[in-house]
């Protein structure tokens, strides 16, 4: 195994934060992470996926294990499922481009969102009304610990909104190497009602669409209104959108009777936190070299050689004010370090 030394960490990561790690590891395999874990026991560890979902504000002052597994197998084949496993170094969005040249549905409105394979149970990653955990069928991940192989099932995951128990119980704990999911074959389910899907289906005059239709659709619209951290440095969605009760709902609608919703249950209600920032007048907003994207509010992003902590400041003042504003608090969907 090779341990590089004072590593910068600026091309690992999609905010192009300029950081550096006193240690740095590319894991390949788990042969190379197995003895890595090993032999490195009294050092702290930094597992890094794709960097897409976070914000560094300081150095890694720790070994950074950069897990770049590869492959994809079919595990099973059965009437109209089958089961795919994708090791954790895929490229999420090449993922979905490999599942729809084979026609496995289930995930074509999860396209074009940015990471790695290993890290999308982690947040149980979610869009345009899908999320992971409706496709997901175990993971396989290594003990830090002690090196031991476990297989998460679904219910041992705790999947709640881009929640798992990697965020929470088992935070840092175990290193995932693999994921497996249930896709369908034929008979696919669409799920075209959520957000601009259908409206730009019809626009196109497509009336019984594919899996591939629909994964079109949603890179169109995510392209439409989402920078490319190959342009501008950004994590894409920066904000978790709050889920509220009906009655603080119903307090909201009063005061702002435009405000979008979409019912989470009899009781619940997300409302989007793009339409809140906005409202609150940070849409667009830039300050010197970072600030937030003009065409989708929950986007924070880096125009160049910005600081970690100026964006994690502006998050906060963001926060701050939807608070003050509307008495909603948001949560960061983006890990800050």
Known sequence: MLIEHNVSLQPYNTFGIHARATSYCNITNETTLIDVLKNEKDQALFVLGGGSNM?????????????????IEIIKDIDDSVFVKAMAGENWHQFVLWCLEHNYG??????LIPGNVGTSPIQ????????????????????ISNQEK???????CKFGYRESIFKQDLKGKYIITSVTFRLSKNNHKLHTNYGA????????GIKNPTI????????????????DPKDIG?????????VISISQFEQLQTNFPEVPFYKVSDTLVKVPAGWLIEQAGFKGKRFKNYGVHNKQALVLVNYGDAKGSDIKKLAKL???TVERLFNISIETEVNII
């Open 55 to 71: 914000l560094l504000t300081k150095d890694i002052n720790a070994l950074v294990l950069h897990i770049n597994l590869k492959g």
């Open 106 to 111: 289930g995930i074509e409105n999860l396209s």
């Open 124 to 143: 149980n990653i979610g869009a345009y009304g899908t999320e992971l955990k409706d496709v997901f069928e175990n993971c396989e991940a290594i003990n």
């Open 150 to 156: 476990r297989i998460f099932k679904k219910e041992d």
């Open 197 to 204: 899907i259908q409206e730009h289906l019809s626009a196109l």
């Open 212 to 227: 591939k239709d629909v994964s079109n659709a949603v890179i169109a619209i995510r392209q439409s209104k989402l920078p």
């Open 234 to 242: 950004n994590s894409g969605s920066f904000f978790k959108n709050p």
């Open 318 to 320: 963001i926060q701050n």
